[in-house]
């Protein structure tokens, strides 16, 4: 069964820092732009940031630009997004997805191939 595993939401202080990691299992992304979209309580899912494969170029959404980093460990087949400088408003469950478009595609996208089932990130102020 081909998945992607989120982990390390929690609850964190605004001004704070989380790092997310994504897991792949049951087959390996090779060749696939991985990426984050979230969704608070009563809003459309949002693109949070995208990377594609190989030379790791990122795209940003712009509400997180400046202040979250996606990165890509290739041998673990795993994602990460660090946050920083949290703010209540980045209170979401965030979603870790796959997909053969190019990162700077994704902003307009809804429907991707592949999605985790997502880990909830709460910001306190």
């Known amino acids: 069964q081909v998945q992607l595993v989120e982990s390390g939401g929690g609850l964190v202080q605004a001004g704070g820092s989380l790092t997310l990691s994504c897991a792949a299992s049951?087959?390996?992304?090779?060749?696939?732009?991985m990426g984050w979209f979230r969704q608070a309580p009563g809003k459309e899912r949002e693109f949070v940031a995208a990377?594609?494969?190989?030379?790791?170029?990122?795209y940003y959404g712009d509400s997180v630009k400046g202040r979250v980093t996606i990165s890509r460990v290739y041998a673990k087949d795993t994602l990460y997004l660090h946050l920083n400088s949290l703010k209540p408003e980045d209170t979401a469950v965030y979603y870790c997805?796959?997909?053969?478009?190019?990162?700077?595609?994704?902003?307009?996208?809804?429907?991707?191939?592949?999605w985790g089932q997502g880990t909830l990130v709460t910001v306190s102020s």
């Open positions: 997805a796959a997909d053969l478009a190019p990162s700077t595609n994704w902003h307009r996208m809804r429907s991707l191939e592949v």
């Open positions: 990377i594609n494969w190989g030379g790791g170029s990122t």
């Open positions: 049951g087959r390996t992304f090779s060749g696939y732009t």
